[in-house]
């Protein structure tokens, strides 16, 4: 949770208040890629709803994120 929150407000001091824009840093730093469409759109939702440091956690936890060998 702590590191969640860190990532969450190093993205909003490059891109403070558009939400857009912290839904593609936030996938680009996680992931080295841009979100698509649907992930725009939900991340950008969660975002409004739930903040930005809740996305953060989401990309954390994914599978994408971690790599088992």
Do not use: W
């Not at 992931?31 to 440091?53: I, Q």
């Not at 809740?54 to 971690?66: D, H, K, Q």
Request: charged residues 25%.
């Amino acid at each position: 949770l702590r590191m969640a929150g860190g990532f969450a407000e190093s993205i909003q001091q490059q891109a403070v208040g558009d939400t857009g824009k912290q839904v593609e840093l936030a996938y680009a730093r996680a992931y080295g890629r841009k979100p698509d469409a649907d992930e725009k759109k939900y991340a950008g939702e969660l975002v409004a709803s739930h903040g930005l440091s809740a996305l953060c956690r989401v990309l954390f936890n994914s599978n994408e994120f971690v790599v088992i060998e």
